[in-house]
């Protein structure tokens, strides 16, 4: 079956730092992959995507890049603030034939704190 | 626009109390899920609905019964509560684009204490 695994938390980091949260996935054909972000208190919100070996989802200064060879989808910002103090969580979701029913398999998700 | 609504936001339940969790999407999309989310284990898919009149086990079904009883509503029912089912549930929803997965859209969660 599908799986997603995300490194280990929770990350702890100072204003303006380099983030990476590693997420590597396991699923037959040809998954969409996700990461999501949950701020305290509150749903999930889609953060960006990709759909297909070697898309690059991206926003609010957030990328990833969807790795076929490595089958990872690892998270990445360039310089945090603590807005982004949240627990992010890596997804995916797989095509059933020609008809997707959009169900995500989840990682266990990332707690992050950013200092000021 | 209120997306998706769940109520209630809390609950509190004895053992062997039964009770239904509401969940409601004004997107018009055709798709809609329950998950439950503990803590280290993400988010876990209970049952999904892939369109109005159909509904499919998810991942832990056990304990836990669903009706879409409309396209805009999907509700989830416990028979008899168990502290297992403590838990923070979720209710999603989507469009279907066939061949393409689509964004869920999250409500607030309705968090359940079993005692």
């Known amino acids: 079956g599908n799986s997603v695994t995300q490194m280990e938390g929770p990350v702890t980091l100072s204003e303006e730092a380099f983030l990476t949260i590693n997420c590597t996935y396991t699923?037959?054909?040809?998954?969409?992959l996700f990461w999501y972000v949950q701020y305290p208190g509150e749903g999930l919100q889609l953060l960006l995507k990709?759909?297909?070996?070697?898309d690059k989802g991206s926003n609010k200064g957030f990328e990833a890049t969807y790795r076929k060879e490595t089958t990872s989808f690892h998270l990445e910002k360039g310089s945090v603030q603590v807005s982004d103090s949240a627990v992010y969580f890596c997804a995916l979701s797989d095509l059933y034939g020609g008809t997707s029913y959009g169900k995500l398999t989840f990682g266990q998700g990332t707690i992050l704190t950013v200092h000021p | 626009n209120a997306g998706v609504t769940q109520t209630p936001k809390f609950q509190v339940l004895k053992t062997g109390q039964s009770m239904t969790l509401q969940c409601a999407q004004d997107m018009n999309h055709n798709s809609m899920y329950w998950y439950r989310q503990d803590p280290g284990m993400g988010l876990r898919l209970i049952y999904y609905?892939?369109?109005?009149?159909?509904?499919d086990k998810g991942e832990v079904p056990n304990g836990y019964n669903v009706s879409r009883l409309n396209k805009r509503e999907f509700s989830l029912r416990l028979e008899s509560a168990a502290p297992s089912q403590t838990s923070v549930y979720f209710c999603?929803?989507?469009?279907?684009?066939?061949?393409?997965?689509?964004?869920?859209?999250f409500g607030p969660g309705t968090r359940l204490t079993v005692l």
């Open positions: 609905s892939a369109s109005e009149g159909t509904t």
């Open positions: 699923a037959t054909g040809y998954p969409s």
């Open positions: 999603a929803s989507s469009a279907i684009s066939g061949g393409a997965p689509n964004e869920q859209f």
């Open positions: 990709a759909t297909k070996a070697d």
